[in-house]
């Protein structure tokens, strides 16, 4: 679909990898959760990807105290490059390049990690006055969904923000950012949210999920809000008071998701992209199912 000539087109994503990953704790110690490999690549990898894939190439993440690992991995590698060179390993030599080469990142820190809408207000200098994408870097889509695509004609259409909303069971959706909204099927309008609720008072199973596409509106708002739910700032409850000034929509997605923040989630992850890879799922699936029947 075109853009309607006054409203600018999104080119940035900003994608958060400033937490402290204590559910993963002792791993992230000295290494941001978003290095973790998934099967054979950082979960940041996947992420910046799929933001390439939707149209962002400029890409600026929110790092904390462990950028380092964050930064080396997207930066060249000239020492590694000439030994694959030298044994002629092109493949892998192509695998290094190809961090390098996806995306111009640019980073900048969060200080302290006060929260996720504090981690995006980092972002305001380099983003300007534009809508943006936010890409939670431990938060996976599989690629052969198009969430952020979808995300981005909508955001095109009707101006405003958008939220990727996510079923889950009920008792599931204390664990989320939770959304009221008017309508049904894949979009739909946001009246409220309310971020990790108690089940009784949450107002749908209607969860958020770590894609958004927002108005630089949010800015101000992420300025001024106080502390929210564990004495972080909340990038939900900016989006709540946004919700009185522009439109903010949902887009439900009912595709594929990788949570690897969480450590059952991260295993599950790594066993289902490897189980679809040509080269490993055919040797993984066998010896599951053999291994599987060894279980009592
Ligand atoms: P999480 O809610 O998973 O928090 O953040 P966390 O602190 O990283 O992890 P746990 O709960 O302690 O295990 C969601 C996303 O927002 C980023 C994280 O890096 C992750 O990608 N984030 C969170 C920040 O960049 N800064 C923050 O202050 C908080």
């Known amino acids: 679909m075109t853009t309607p000539p006054d409203r600018a087109r999104v080119t940035k994503a900003v994608i958060p990898a400033a937490g402290l990953g204590t559910r993963f704790l002792p791993a992230t110690k000295a290494s941001p959760k978003e290095m973790l490999p998934v099967v054979d690549k950082p979960a940041i990898q996947y992420v910046v990807e799929e933001a390439v894939r939707a149209g962002l190439s400029d890409v600026l993440m929110v790092t904390g105290r462990n950028k380092r690992p964050l930064e080396d991995h997207f930066d060249r590698n000239v020492e590694l490059e000439t030994a694959l ?157 946004l919700i009185a000034t522009e439109p903010v929509h949902g887009v439900v997605f009912r595709g594929r998701r990788y949570d690897t923040g969480d450590r059952l989630d991260y295993l599950k992850a790594v066993v289902q992209l490897a189980a679809d890879r040509e080269d490993l799922g055919p040797p993984l699936t066998a010896w599951l199912r053999e291994w599987l029947g060894t279980r009592p």
């Not at 995306?103 to 820190?109: D, G, K, L, S």
């Not at 198009?146 to 599931?172: C, F, K, N, W």
């Open 85 to 241: 060179e030298a044994k002629g390993d092109t493949a892998r030599l192509a695998a290094v390049q190809h961090a390098t080469d996806l995306a111009t990142v640019h980073y900048v820190r969060q200080g302290d990690a006060l929260g996720l809408g504090h981690a995006v207000l980092a972002a305001a200098q380099h983003v300007g006055d534009e809508p943006f994408a936010v890409l939670l870097g431990d938060d996976l889509i599989d690629d052969r969904d198009h969430l952020l695509e979808q995300m981005l004609d909508v955001q095109a259409r009707e101006g405003g923000s958008v939220i990727a909303l996510m079923e889950v069971p009920p008792e599931s959706v204390s664990l989320y950012g939770c959304a009221a909204v008017e309508g049904s099927g894949d979009v739909v309008r946001i009246t409220g949210l309310v971020e990790k609720p108690p089940v009784d008072q949450a107002p749908s199973n209607l969860a958020i999920i770590g894609r958004y596409v927002l108005s630089p509106a949010v800015f101000d708002v992420l300025r001024t809000i106080p502390r929210g739910r564990g004495g972080e700032y909340q990038l939900t409850d900016a989006l709540q008071e």
